[in-house]
């Protein structure tokens, strides 16, 4: 099947930094979407993005569907955007969602 | 507009005893998916319903099962509960035929087996 890999595993920034998150997917997709995982567990929709690239706030994501993967830019971090940031694909011909292992964020004040 | 609601919140089973978990998609969505995410992971895919039939499954036993509902509210039941079932059970709705397949979340029931 699919397989999703993130990339930094983990990564701590200072407040105000900027900063890229990766996931490169193997095989084509119908739909990627970025989510934000908060401390309680709620799972927040950044961006549904199968490819080209939006913008929202301090957030923007790009995916580049033919390369098989997409980018997340926060830029200016702050502390509360602290927390887990999953990638989701969806494999072409099937209805089946598989999330990367995630990038663990923590902003420092 | 009410998002995605589960039930319960938390619950505390014992090995081989069985569980119901409940979700009310998002107003308007007709797409349930289950998805198990143990401490640390990603979501792991369960199942996806789509007009009360099962439409695809991901690499669970058939001790775990689901239902939904013709107001597309939707269930999902494991038996014979493990030590190992203990996760967070996460519940996402959509609605494909708006054009985009965005799903979204609730905010999880906590299974602990003890």
């Known amino acids: 099947g699919i397989q999703v890999e993130q990339s930094p595993p983990d990564l701590i920034l200072q407040e105000g930094a900027n900063s890229t998150l990766r996931c490169n997917f193997s095989d084509s997709v119908n739909n990627l979407q970025w989510f934000h995982q908060n401390p309680w567990g709620q799972l927040i929709n950044l961006f549904y993005i199968p490819s080209g690239t939006k913008q929202n706030g301090r957030l923007s994501a790009t995916t580049v569907a033919t390369e098989r993967y997409s980018l997340l830019y926060i830029s200016s971090s702050q502390t509360t955007d602290s927390g887990v940031y999953f990638c989701?694909?969806?494999?072409?011909?099937?209805?089946?969602?598989?999330f990367g292992a995630g990038t663990r964020l923590f902003v420092k004040a | 507009d009410a998002g995605v609601t589960q039930s319960p919140t938390h619950l505390i089973k014992t090995r081989g005893q069985q569980v119901t978990l409940r979700c009310s998609p998002k107003?308007?969505?007709?797409?349930v998916s289950w998805y198990q995410q143990a401490l640390g992971q990603g979501p792991q895919f369960i199942f996806q319903?789509?007009?009360?039939?099962?439409?695809q499954r991901g690499n669970f036993p058939d001790r775990f099962s689901g239902h939904q509902f013709p107001n597309y509210s939707s269930e999902l039941n494991v038996n014979a509960l493990l030590l190992g079932d203990s996760a967070l059970y996460l519940c996402a709705s959509s609605e494909p035929s708006l054009g985009t397949d965005t799903q979204y979340f609730g905010p999880g029931t906590r299974l602990t087996v003890l």
């Open positions: 107003s308007g969505h007709d797409t």
């Open positions: 989701a694909v969806e494999a072409s011909g099937g209805f089946k969602t598989i």
């Open positions: 319903y789509y007009e009360e039939e099962e439409r």
